[in-house]
């Protein structure tokens, strides 16, 4: 994220913005839908050199305008909802690049308390099309509904922390802090099983 911090891209946002009247929630089958379109439109993600580079070949590509028409939100859609389907994806994946969305979403929730509702909106907007983007980034998996996924036992906090206590990635603790935050945060123990 510091990376992408020091050379953030300018996206054209002509077709990105909310459903008129929509729901707060994010249509269960959106990585599907978008998953089907790459395939139908034999879309791959561009071989680049780094994440930077491969999302700006996304967001440059002739299909930027249909990703974020297929990945519309409501106005109504909070950033509790994103969260979700950013654990969504990690537990689906364990991918670097999406281990990110989680933990800058993360961050993005933490910094929300500084922004006036129509700044939150903004956000929320740019923030759902990053996340729509790394997804085509990493070649569009299957993605299956957490209610599927087998979680096992979810771990509690302290069980967390003793195990990166003793950990020095700096991604690992990254992962392990944010998800005890958003559990406590959210209530919903199934973040916790990201940071295992």
């Known amino acids: 994220m510091a990376y992408w911090a020091d050379s953030y891209l300018v996206l054209d946002q002509t077709s990105n913005e909310f459903v008129a009247n929509g729901s707060s929630d994010i249509n269960k089958e959106i990585f599907d839908d978008i998953r089907n379109f790459c395939i139908e439109k034999d879309y791959k993600s561009p071989n680049a050199a780094n994440i930077h580079a491969r999302i700006k070949a996304i967001s440059q590509s002739e299909f930027a305008v249909l990703f974020m028409t297929i990945g519309k939100i409501s106005k109504n859609t909070g950033l509790d909802k994103i969260a979700v389907q950013c654990l969504k994806l990690y537990l689906n994946t364990r991918d670097f690049t999406i281990l990110h969305c989680v933990t800058s979403c993360h961050a993005l929730r933490i910094i929300f308390e500084f922004l006036d509702k129509e ?22 998996p299957k993605i299956k509904p957490i209610e599927t996924i087998d979680l096992g036992v979810t771990s509690n906090v302290q069980k967390i922390k003793d195990v990166v206590k003793n950990n020095f990635n700096d991604h690992d603790i990254k992962i392990a802090f944010t998800a005890i935050e958003e559990f406590v945060f959210y209530k919903d123990d199934r973040f916790l099983k990201a940071a295992l």
């Open 119 to 140: 700044q939150q909106n903004e956000a929320v907007l740019y923030y759902w099309q990053s996340v729509i983007f790394a997804y085509i980034s990493i070649e569009t």
